[in-house]
């Protein structure tokens, strides 16, 4: 079986000087031409009924008759597309979900935008307008899945998706995020009537490879290993490279490459290898591309060979007593 992908560029959801823009994509077509063994896949829009099993139905009516400009502080937008931008966005990860569930794929990875892991339930915001990977893991659930997961490694914390998860026990949720900046959520002790099943690793600035191999080890592997679900999902957000203009974690394409490989091999243990990634954020073209090329080389077991050009320049925090503290209140043995 082969990886596949779904892509959905959306150029007409665009406003001028917007960093989710299109041309976070402009440099994916060199990716594409470096692995010849992917294939695209058809997208087609998510029907409302399956946006509708995480938003609530007024918020996908006022998105869709939204006049075109600012929706919320972040600032998130719409255009006159953006409704069936968001509708071709969530369908495409939905396309991603169901090859691998029905095992025409190894594995996925969904490039759409616009974004969804800060849409929540009964709102859009921080450039999200669907939340793509909660509707994906909500639709696993319905084709026979008892327990899928997200593990989400965007710098900001995946503030949608735990509230779409909050109550429902046969979903899982961990999000590695830099602490303290947008959306200002994502707390250490966030839903305590979850312990074990929502898990929340607010990092300090500078936080990057070493570190992130430690988390891998240390948080990663033992929740999946305690929550045994049948299918991950992966928050794949490319802001958290040093080098990005919105945020101040450390990661470097090595990084991606390592966390996406360790979530890969996971995946290989306790799941019979399915898992999705789909694309969060990430706000310098080059840094999306390199990103991407690594989360396709971990999905086909292949190395890294790419050097280490740009491994960060800044040294990284000790976070030994926030890990701690994490194993400890989620029983990680």
């Not at 998105?63 to 931008?85: K, R, W």
């Not at 319905?142 to 909050?166: I, S």
């Not at 040093?242 to 799941?271: K, M, N, Y």
Request: charged letters at 20%.
């Amino acid at each position: 079986m082969q990886t596949v992908y779904s892509l959905l560029r959306s150029p007409h959801h665009h406003q001028s000087g917007h960093p989710e823009s299109p041309e976070r994509f402009r440099l994916l077509d060199e990716i594409f031409a470096a692995h010849s063994g992917i294939k695209e896949l058809d997208t087609v829009p998510a029907t409302l009924d399956e946006i509708s099993r995480v938003h609530k139905p007024g918020m996908i009516q006022a998105l869709e008759i939204a006049s075109p400009g600012l929706i919320d502080h972040a600032p998130t937008y719409v255009t006159s597309s953006s409704f069936d931008d968001a509708l071709l966005a969530a369908g495409a990860t939905l396309a991603c979900t169901r090859a691998v569930w029905d095992g025409a794929a190894r594995n996925a990875f969904a490039l759409v935008r616009p974004p969804g892991h800060h849409a929540e339930p009964t709102h859009a915001m921080g450039f999200c307008i669907f939340n793509n990977i909660a509707i994906a893991a909500k639709d696993a659930l319905k084709r026979g899945a008892e327990r899928a997961m997200v593990v989400d490694f965007d710098a900001h914390h995946g503030n949608g998706t735990q509230a779409a998860f909050l109550d429902d026990e046969s979903l899982g949720f961990l999000s590695i995020h830099q602490g303290g900046i947008y959306p200002g959520t994502g707390h250490l002790e966030d839903a305590p009537h979850a312990r074990g099943r929502i898990i929340n690793l607010p990092l300090p600035a500078f936080t990057g490879d070493i570190r992130f191999r430690q988390i891998a080890e240390e948080v990663i592997t033992p929740f999946v290993r305690k929550f045994r679900p049948e299918m991950i999902f992966v928050s794949a957000g490319f802001d958290s490279h040093w080098s990005d203009p919105l945020t101040q974690l450390g990661l470097s394409t090595q990084g991606f490459f390592e966390i996406s490989r360790h979530l890969v091999e996971l995946a290989d243990q306790v799941c019979g290898g399915k898992i999705v990634f789909a694309l969060e954020g990430g706000y310098d073209a080059r840094n999306v591309a390199k990103g991407v090329d690594a989360v396709f080389l971990a999905e086909a077991g292949r190395e890294f060979t790419n050097g280490r050009g740009d491994l960060s320049p800044y040294p990284e925090p000790n976070i030994e007593n926030l890990i701690q503290a994490v194993r400890e209140l989620h029983q990680l043995d």
